[in-house]
């Protein structure tokens, strides 16, 4: 079965940190580009971080660039997602996708195009 599972979500106070983990079984992720979304309840879905595990490129949204680092494992076929410095304001559903169109695709492209998509995990900042 190919699936994303993702996990390390969790409670937190403002200024702490979080490690997510996406890992991924029945496919190789050099093979695809991988990003992680975020979702709060009524508010659309939005990319946060992305990597192309081939050649370790990554991408950053503005509003975690310097808090947010993701990388990847190749050999375990994980993907993290290190978060540091967290704020309320990053209260969400964390999800990990990933696409086989590459990095610019998986950033601009429609996120119900991507090839897979985890179940999510939350993530919960108090102030």
């Known amino acids: 079965e190919v699936r994303l599972v993702e996990s390390g979500g969790g409670l937190v106070q403002a200024g702490g940190s979080l490690r997510l983990s996406c890992g991924a079984s029945?496919?190789?992720?050099?093979?695809?580009?991988v990003g992680w979304f975020r979702q709060v309840s009524g508010k659309e879905r939005e990319g946060v971080s992305y990597?192309?595990?081939?050649?370790?490129?990554?991408y950053y949204a503005a509003s975690v660039k310097g808090r947010f680092t993701i990388s990847s494992d190749n050999a375990k076929n994980t993907v993290y997602l290190q978060m540091n410095s967290l704020k309320p304001e990053d209260t969400a559903v964390y999800y990990c996708?990933?696409?086989?169109?590459?990095?610019?695709?998986?950033?601009?492209?429609?996120?119900?195009?991507?090839?897979?998509w985890g179940q999510g995990t939350q993530v919960t900042v108090s102030s």
């Open positions: 996708a990933a696409d086989r169109g590459g990095l610019h695709y998986l950033i601009v492209g429609p996120e119900d195009a991507h090839d897979l």
């Open positions: 029945g496919l190789t992720f050099e093979d695809y580009a």
């Open positions: 990597i192309s595990p081939g050649d370790g490129s990554t």
